[in-house]
């Protein structure tokens, strides 16, 4: 009984050590190593360990390098919109100066057809919020930017009809010469001399005498003097193949050949001519053909 138990024992101890050995090439003699075996179970965790960790730190370093170089992406695609939004504001603030000029040309034309001024426009540089992603800021600065360009690209076209515009509203003969109503209208009706139906080739517009006469239209003066028919008489030219006459003046203010704005004083209401009093005959020509006045001065509220 006692020796079964010992040889049980040595079989235990045997069990605790694993006996390593190294076979080496040629003669050299076999070395033998007896490691215990808690300890080589020790070792191959640590090693397990180890490769874990290494594969966690390798895994951590590439997802670090990935984002580094994303981060870096970012902030060059960052640096390249705000080289882009310096260009486009330094185009919006030219185009804003241009803008400028148009609003000023469209307000003189406003006000020469006697339309109301609108309300200022938003400035296109004009951007409110929080800053957006750098996608949808490319989105925007591409929006912009087609916008920047199709305004640059209609701007002196529109310029040149806005300027042609002025120049030919200044002309116009649209500014009423007297205020005051209209006695005779344009077209056929009775003589006040033989009672005769005639053609009346203006309107004749009473005010008292003395009253200041305006030109109608920017023009040059063709004609300051005297007619049998109309007394002292001042004929404006004003461009397109249309004249304005103003007749039974009591006084010329302008001679033949001045340059006259609108609203300048040209005459003065008398009744010179033949004239039954006081009034202003005014009379437009286009392309030789007398019109009726009161389309042109409807023009002007």
């Not at 960790?53 to 060059?76: C, D, T, V």
């Not at 109309?230 to 397109?240: R, S």
């Not at 040209?266 to 009034?279: D, F, K, Y």
Request: hydrophobic share 40%; with cysteine; proline share 6%.
């Amino acid at each position: 009984m006692c020796m079964k138990s010992q040889r049980a024992g040595f079989r235990d101890r045997q069990e605790k050590f694993i006996t390593l050995m190294l076979i080496p090439g040629g003669r050299q003699a076999i070395r033998y190593w007896r490691v215990p075996s808690n300890f080589l179970r020790l070792l191959i965790f640590l090693m397990a360990g180890i490769m874990s960790g290494s594969i966690f730190l390798a895994y951590a370093y590439f997802s670090s390098l990935a984002k580094l170089q994303n981060l870096s992406e970012i902030g060059r695609i960052n640096a390249q919109q705000a080289q882009e939004i310096l260009r486009l504001k330094a185009e919006s603030e030219a185009l804003q100066a241009r803008l400028a000029e148009i609003e000023q040309l469209d307000k003189q034309v406003r006000s020469l057809i006697g339309f109301k001024e609108r309300g200022p426009r938003p400035s296109l540089a004009s951007r409110g919020g929080q800053p957006p992603a750098p996608r949808e800021q490319g989105e925007q600065i591409k929006e912009i930017a087609h916008k920047l360009n199709e305004v640059a690209w209609n701007l002196p076209e529109k310029k040149k009809r806005l300027s042609g515009l002025i120049d030919y509203l200044e002309t116009l003969p649209s500014f009423w010469p007297v205020r005051g109503p209209v006695t005779s209208p344009f077209g056929y009706r009775k003589s006040p001399f033989s009672r005769e139906e005639v053609f009346h080739n203006g309107i004749d517009i009473a005010a008292d005498y003395g009253t200041v006469v305006r030109a109608a239209g920017s023009g040059k003066v063709i004609f300051a003097g005297r007619d049998l028919v109309y007394g002292l008489m001042v004929v404006i030219e004003h461009g397109y193949e249309i004249e304005s006459i103003y007749g039974h003046n009591s006084e010329l203010l302008v001679h033949t050949g001045d340059e006259v704005k609108k609203g300048q004083p040209i005459a003065r209401v008398g009744n010179s001519g033949l004239s039954t009093g006081p009034h202003l005959h005014f009379s437009i020509k286009m392309r030789g053909e007398f019109q009726d006045p009161l389309s042109y001065l409807n023009l002007t509220p």
